[in-house]
């Protein structure tokens, strides 16, 4: 028998017009007869290009022959290898092999890092495109979806693909590098500027990646949006003749997929700039908009299965259709300068103007201005199209402050977008203190050089050794090496925070500090002082980002070098987010309320400038809110640093150490100081320490170096409750600009508690709440201000445990005394309780008091409690235990969760006594006592008048009885005849009464006119 095979063939995916191609083939003779001449033919279209001959080919043998074909127009060509049937052989359809083989020139699609290398729906797509392009258009497209799958992508490695499109396919996720860097926007802009191709997708502008906002410009839109997203389905076209369109119908329907959604909930004229709608989504939950020649499709279309077709389409078409569009006249200016530069120190600033218009143009002006002064300017007679002119100046500022920096080419006729003709940039000039900086980051979003210190830094030329994700080599620097300025950004290293310790060490030795930590409550590390030495104590924790509010906006870390607003838009990368702090000895300068609230910082300078804690992740303030081309966290960086690290001519900083809260009786060391941190020496520098306006100590210190500080102290025992205004102040010196830490005001409450038992009361009653549940709180309104250690409140939240808050819900069920005292809370019987029906909580309530009532069971077992907690509107607190059937472990009393607790805890609630915390201190002086009359006989009646005054912060009421003891008892005997008391002399005196003391006196050897004193004694 005989049999040839056309076994096999390599031929190339297109050919290029007038180019010759090689396509090798491999014959197979599975005859059993040796076969000679045999013949091979490559054909085009039908059309015979080549042939050649095997001379002889044995049975079983393979042989390998090359065929050449040189077309010389563009298209699709059939192109078919044909082995020519020997004699006597029959079955020849194995005899060829076809494929189509494209003429001409493919473009070429590069995907940029991003979901399109990695995820397989994407690339079954791209094979669709790539193999069955012929189905879509006439020209070939090849997508490289491999080569550009790395993290810091070069413009040299963009331009070695010799793309012809780059592609950016859903570039959401941080995690997998998407975020791209700025080196990396760079590359792509000015890879895509001269004249490629930019399609964009879906999430690559996500709130979770905020750096690829700044390739919103090249696409058209507002970079400062901040973007969410939503579902569509659904593509209505607005222009159906637009290149991107054809072949595809109106509307684009596909299956349900993710699309970025704008900040506002719809794509409207908020998010252009310069760019043009083309589509929206039924709701205008989903866009496309191109500018210039590129594209950015919001839907999330490369996922969607190859079988809907007409997405591919799309994509097809937006392949072959981007290229960038250089306008007419397009001048962009370019600045060099840096963000810090010392006095008498030269810095070479650079300004240029590149020509990225389609023309020649001619009498190009260029500026460089130094706050609005043309420092260096030049007329180009012609800058052709794509070229770039350079000028230069070498400035050496002496002067400090903050220079505006400005390179300007005037626009040219005609030139339509001129907003990129200017280029500005804020230089500090000023002194820098520091030389040794140390670091530490970790952030495992963004990589070490791209860590926003890191970038500030480099922006203010401060040299520093980085220790990045590494907590171990960072603390043996620290403890091994002098350092003038750490740094920290503690995002999510839990091993971190075994370092507290030594840089508490480090500030008390004076060492310069900015931290940025998610914890400061010790949930992942070890205990330490160092919060308190920074000026703070844990206040609440955070669960998620919230948004930080300039308290004191004036303050240099907002205003110098940089303008830092407000940080509202953030992401959520990490599991722990910050803490509330309260102010002690720091000065709160921001927090996460709109005006200053206790317990709410998060901004806080403490130790007189020398350190900045910001006790929530910096790294989570990811944008560009004021739109000034740098990122609000790297502001916020650079500024912290040029604060502590530079210091300004004239500088008083004070500090106050005063409780929050003090109990009536307890004394208190109030301490101030006052730091010079400015350059100069100070000479007469008051300093005074004020209570309710009151100056209590002052001092005027007659010369206070640079760097040097003072203290003056007062031992302080109130003597009444309420709230204190304690106040430190030192005045402005000359020239003093920012006065605003000169002043540091803490309300100190004044607080009173007496813990009282009385025989057993119940109220009962009120109306069921409805409050089913197992570790629950729910918000509860009062009718009135409840007054609680010094504060008012009129919202209380109350749990399903037996546990009142003031400052937010709190379920928690693992109760302890030590557990209350970190609380501000009222614990009428804190325990594992549950209310799931027929169990529930009861409130009854009237102009006066609140009463709240439990009737719970012991969560895992069955017994139950009765129990209930009663406010009054002057701040008197009272618990009533009803039935109770088996042993609990109850937390019971108040707390303000700072540094006054009265608690007990208790095994049985069965009809035990009630419980009443009074906020009133009881003071009953006598404040006269008369005899009349003053010298008597035996059996004559003597009056005695006692004058009593009532200096106590309520009325009291109760009975008073006097005793007198003569010669022949030793007992006293009351004064009234209704009493039937007989006591001892001796303490203690009967409650409610009075007694003379002494009540015998020895008259022997005393004359005629001697006197002696009467005490009359009062106890209440």
């Known amino acids: ?84 049937p020997v004699s006597g052989e029959t079955s020849i359809e194995n005899n060829m092999l076809s494929k189509y083989i494209y003429v001409g020139t493919p473009v070429k699609a590069v995907v940029l890092h991003s979901a399109g290398n990695v995820i397989g729906e994407i690339i079954t797509n791209w094979q669709v495109l790539m193999n069955q392009w012929y189905l879509f258009g006439d020209t070939m497209i090849y997508i490289d979806y491999t080569t550009l799958n790395k ?4 413009y040299e490695d963009i331009a070695a693909t010799e793309a012809d499109v780059l592609i950016i396919s859903c570039a959401c996720d941080p995690s997998a590098g998407w975020e791209f860097a700025d080196s990396e926007i760079e590359a792509i802009t000015q890879y895509v500027y001269e004249g490629h191709g930019l399609v964009v997708t879906a999430g690559t502008f996500y709130r979770y990646v905020p750096n690829n906002n700044k390739l919103a410009p090249l696409l058209g839109l507002d970079e400062t949006i901040m973007w969410g997203v939503t579902g569509t389905d659904l593509l209505h076209l607005i222009n159906a003749t637009h290149p991107l369109f054809v072949n595809v119908p109106n509307p684009l329907v596909f299956s349900q997929v993710a699309t970025a959604l704008p900040s506002d909930g719809r794509w409207d004229q908020n998010e252009l700039v310069d760019g043009e709608y083309l589509a929206f989504g ?29 997405h591919l389409q799309l994509l097809y078409n937006a392949i072959i259709w981007s290229r960038y569009q250089k306008p007419e006249h397009e001048l962009i200016a370019c600045l060099e300068a840096p963000s810090l530069l010392r006095p008498g120190k030269s810095s070479l600033l650079n300004a240029s103007v590149s020509n990225m218009g389609v023309n020649n143009e001619t009498d190009v002006d260029l500026f ?71 670091v530490y980051t970790d952030d495992y979003v963004v990589s070490p050089s791209e860590r926003y210190p890191i970038v500030a830094l480099d922006n203010l030329g401060i040299t520093y050794t980085h220790y990045s994700d590494d907590p171990y080599g960072f603390v043996n620097a620290l403890r091994t090496q002098h350092w003038d300025l750490v740094i920290v950004s503690h995002n999510n290293y839990y091993t971190f925070g075994n370092n507290w310790d030594e840089l508490e060490e480090y500030v008390l030795n004076g060492g310069l500090l900015v931290l940025s930590t998610f914890d400061i409550d010790g949930s992942h590390s070890e205990p330490t002082t160092l919060w308190s030495t920074l000026g703070v104590e844990w206040s609440s924790d955070m669960y998620y980002p919230e948004p930080v509010y300039r308290w004191i906006p004036t303050h240099p870390i907002f205003t110098t070098p940089n303008t830092v607003g407000d940080l509202v838009s953030c992401i959520e990368g990490y599991s722990d987010d910050g803490d509330h702090v309260r102010a002690t000895t720091g000065i709160p300068i921001a927090g996460f309320t709109s005006s200053p609230t206790t317990g709410y910082a998060a901004i ?31 502001e916020l960086w650079e500024n912290a640093i040029a604060f502590v690290a530079m210091p300004v001519e004239h500088e008083l900083t004070v500090t106050l150490d005063a409780p929050d809260y003090l109990e009536l009786g307890d004394s208190s060391l109030l301490n101030v100081t006052v730091c010079n941190r400015g350059l100069s020496n100070e000479t007469d520098v008051d300093l005074f320490l004020l209570i309710n306006g009151t100056v209590v100590n002052s001092t005027r210190i007659p010369q206070l170096l640079t760097g040097e500080c003072y203290t003056i102290s007062y031992l302080w025992t109130p003597t009444r409750t309420g709230n ?47 409050w089913h549940a197992d570790d629950y709180s729910w918000e509860y309104s009062l009718p ?159 009056n005695i008048n006692v004058t009593v005054g009532n200096e106590g912060e309520r009325s009291e009421t109760f009975t008073v009885e006097v005793y007198y003891q003569n010669s022949t008892s030793a007992n006293l005997t009351s004064t009234n005849p209704q009493s039937h008391l007989l006591l001892s002399a001796l303490e203690p005196h009967p409650s409610d009464s009075m007694w003379i003391e002494p009540s015998i006196v020895d008259a022997t050897g005393m004359s005629v006119g001697d006197k002696f004193n009467v005490t009359v004694w009062l106890n209440v």
């Open 1 to 84: 028998a005989h049999e040839l095979i056309a076994y096999g063939w390599e031929t190339p995916l297109h050919v290029e017009p007038e180019a010759s191609a090689t396509i090798n083939a491999t014959i197979l003779n599975f005859g059993e007869n040796n076969e000679a001449s045999i013949e091979v033919q490559l054909l085009a279209n039908g059309t015979l290009v080549d042939s050649v001959e095997i001379e002889f080919l044995a049975s079983g043998g393979l042989a390998i022959v090359s065929l050449t074909w040189s077309p010389t127009v563009e298209g699709l060509y059939s192109v078919t290898l044909y082995v020519m």
């Open 151 to 154: 993290e810091d992508i070069t």
């Open 282 to 310: 039924h709701y205008q939950e989903s866009a496309i908009v191109v500018r210039r020649g590129l594209v950015y499709i919001s839907p999330w279309l490369e996922i969607v299965p190859s079988y809907y077709r007409h």
């Open 368 to 438: 460089l201005l130094i706050n609005g002064t043309v420092v260096n300017s030049t007329r180009i007679p012609q800058l052709l199209a794509g070229e770039c002119y350079t000028i230069s100046y070498l400035w050496t500022p002496t002067v400090e402050g903050i220079y505006n920096v400005t390179a300007s080419a005037s626009p040219v006729l005609d030139e339509e977008f001129t907003l990129n003709n200017v280029d500005t940039k804020m230089v500090l000039v000023r002194e820098i203190v520091v030389e040794k900086v140390l």
């Open 604 to 634: 806080v300078v403490g130790n007189g400038g020398r350190t900045v804690l910001m006790s929530f992740l910096v790294s989570e303030f990811r944008y560009d809110e004021d739109g000034d081309g740098k990122l609000d966290a790297v």
């Open 724 to 770: 204190y205004n304690i106040t430190a102040y030192s005045p402005p010196v000359s020239e003093e600009e920012d006065i605003t830490n000169n002043i540091v005001t803490i309300m100190t409450h004044v607080f009173f508690y007496r813990k009282l038992y009385l025989p057993h009361e119940w109220i009962g009653g009120g109306a069921p709440m409805g």
């Open 784 to 942: 009135f201000d409840f007054p609680f250690y010094g504060a008012k409140y009129r919202v209380v939240y109350i749990s399903s445990n037996g546990l009142i808050s003031f400052m937010g819900p709190d379920s928690s069920w693992d109760n302890s005394m030590s557990a209350l005292a970190g609380k501000l809370a009222i614990a009428p019987a804190w325990d594992d309780w549950v209310t799931y029906d027929p169990y529930d909580i009861y409130i009854w309530e009237n102009s006066t008091h609140v009463g709240i009532r439990w009737y719970v069971r012991a969560y895992g077992s069955s017994v139950i409690a009765h129990f209930e907690a009663i406010l009054c509107i002057n701040g008197e607190i009272q618990f009533n235990y009803a039935y109770s059937d088996g042993a609990v472990s109850a937390t019971v009393g108040i707390s303000n969760g700072v540094n006054h607790i009265i608690a007990e805890d208790l095994s049985y609630l069965n009809y035990v006594d009630t419980i009443i915390f009074t906020p009133f201190e009881s003071d009953i002086a006598v404040l006269d006592v008369s005899t009349c009359p003053q010298q008597v006989y035996v059996g004559q009646l003597v």
